[in-house]
């Protein structure tokens, strides 16, 4: 059964860093994309940053480049977001999403980690 | 503003049948590529429901099906059901944007 967990989210002030992780299982964690998509509040959900298979490609979304860097480790199962200079439009629930291998979805999602930026 | 604009609510009574509208640009929908659908549960995690535009995963009932044609797509849903309640998003490929995955503003499906 593929497994995604998220964790590392919480409350952080404005301008703050905070590193999100996702524990991945069930699967062949080293032969997928993998990608961070987040909802703020009462909102839609926006993709925020994906990464190749070998973490030689990565992509981002205009509103996080320079901020956030996506990673990942395939000996340990592990992605990872680390997100820098935080802003209060960054609040939001952080999902961590495997990469459908022949679409360009999301074919499994994580259960999310909240991520509140205010003072 | 979301890429791809969808009603923010839709309803129907038990057993009937609802559509959700998806509609996109000549960048994304109109440029050929696939749109999916999520339902997300009250509380819990975004699930894949319709992928390539109208291929169920396994697990999810006939009663959803999906289509696509020129610059949008939909999602019907026949025989609701109370536990059809839930917000549906669509999602796309857009080759203008840096972001390359987009999605729809999502819907409130409520049934009465």
């Known amino acids: 059964e593929v497994q995604l967990v998220e964790s590392g989210g919480g409350l952080v002030q404005p301008g703050g860093s905070l590193r999100l992780s996702c524990a991945a299982s069930g699967f062949t964690f080293s032969s997928y994309w993998m990608s961070w998509v987040r909802q703020a509040p009462g909102k839609g959900l926006e993709w925020v940053a994906n990464?190749?298979?070998?973490?030689?490609?990565?992509y981002y979304v205009d509103s996080v480049k320079g901020r956030f860097t996506i990673s990942r480790d395939n000996a340990k199962n592990s992605l990872y977001l680390q997100m820098n200079s935080l802003r209060a439009e960054d609040t939001a629930v952080y999902y961590c999403a495997r990469d459908h291998p022949d679409y360009s979805n999301y074919d499994y999602w994580g259960q999310g980690t909240l991520v509140t930026v205010s003072s | 503003q979301s890429v791809l604009t969808q009603p923010p609510s839709v309803s129907g009574a038990p057993g009937q049948r609802v559509t959700i509208s998806c509609t996109g640009s000549?960048?994304?929908?109109?440029?050929?590529?696939?749109v999916h659908w999520y339902q997300q549960l009250p509380g819990t995690a975004p699930k894949l429901l319709i992928y390539g535009n109208s291929n169920r995963p396994s697990g999810v009932p006939d009663r959803f099906s999906g289509s696509k044609s020129g610059t949008s797509a939909s999602l019907a849903i026949t025989g609701l059901q109370a536990e059809d309640e839930a917000d549906y998003y669509c999602q796309s490929y857009d080759s203008s944007l840096s972001g390359f995955r987009v999605f729809g503003g999502g819907t409130k499906l409520t049934v009465l």
């Open positions: 000549s960048s994304n929908i109109g440029a050929g590529y696939d």
């Open positions: 990464i190749k298979q070998d973490g030689s490609e990565k």
